[in-house]
Structure formats: structure tokens, C-alpha cells
């Protein structure tokens, strides 16, 4: 049995940012980064002292320069791997000035939610797409 009170804790935020047609952005991770070319919310690691929103928008201008409007905290997904733990919060965005470029990212695209299935998710998003999916809870409490 591995003692999870060892492993070192994550704090990452992702953006659940939509169009006016009911579009998510979602991104595929860099081919030399963990979990290599999976697909995600855009985001990524809380740094000390950084709001959880703060983050997310320094994250979204990092990796695709664009700048957003964090919404509302969507989900809250508690995730164990191997030798760490993800603290996940997800949030509700729009984007506020500019396009989409492939500045962090491998790749991005625009998709609805019944094509979520055609990507392959890290599986602490997977709760994320289950309740956007309809079939899991947002853990917000």
C-alpha cells in the first residue's frame, strides 16, 4: 500500500473556455511533456503566492496568448498518480482579446462535447468530461 500523505501535491487550474457556439477549447499537450500529446482544458501549475484565477490567465496568455474572462469555478477533481497527486479546479472562461496560437501547446482545437470521445484526456481530466457529459458531479463542496 503507497502512504498518498508522501507524494508531493499539484495545484493546476484549467480553463473550460467556450465560443458562442457552444465550442470548447481543448489543447494537446507537447510531445515532451508528461502524459505527451494527450489532450486537456488549457491551463496549467499554480504558483505560490498566485491566485487560482490569476493563474489560469497568465497560463491561457503563456500558452496561446490570448487573454480571458475566468467565469465561475466549474469542478474540483482530486487525482493520484504514480508519484505525485493533482489538485485540479476547473473554471468557466471566455476569451476576452485575442486568437488562439500554438505558443505553449502542440495543438488546439475547437470541439463539442459529444466529439470529446475522439480525444485521448490525462485521466484526471476524464471527471471534467464526465460532468460537462452529463454523467458526473462537480465536487465544488
Known amino acids: 500500500m503507497t502512504d498518498t500523505s508522501a ?23 507537447l510531445p515532451h511533456a508528461a502524459m505527451p500529446l494527450l489532450w486537456e482544458f488549457p491551463g496549467g501549475k499554480v504558483e505560490p ?24 469555478p466549474t469542478a474540483a477533481v482530486e487525482w493520484e498518480y ?8 476547473c473554471f468557466a472562461a471566455h476569451i476576452r482579446s485575442g486568437t488562439p496560437r500554438r505558443i505553449g501547446v502542440w495543438d488546439f482545437r475547437w470541439v463539442k462535447t459529444p466529439d470529446f470521445g475522439s480525444y485521448r484526456f490525462p485521466p484526471a481530466d476524464q471527471e471534467s468530461i464526465d460532468r460537462l457529459l452529463g454523467a458526473g458531479p462537480t465536487n465544488l463542496a
Open 49 to 72: 503566492g498566485e491566485s487560482d484565477e490569476d493563474a489560469l490567465r497568465r497560463e491561457i496568455r503563456e500558452e496561446l496568448d490570448c487573454d480571458i474572462e475566468v467565469v465561475a
Open 82 to 89: 504514480e508519484t505525485f497527486r493533482i489538485d485540479l479546479r
Open 7 to 29: 507524494k508531493r501535491i499539484i495545484r493546476v487550474v484549467a480553463a473550460e473556455i467556450t465560443d458562442d457556439h457552444g465550442h470548447y477549447l481543448i489543447t494537446q499537450r
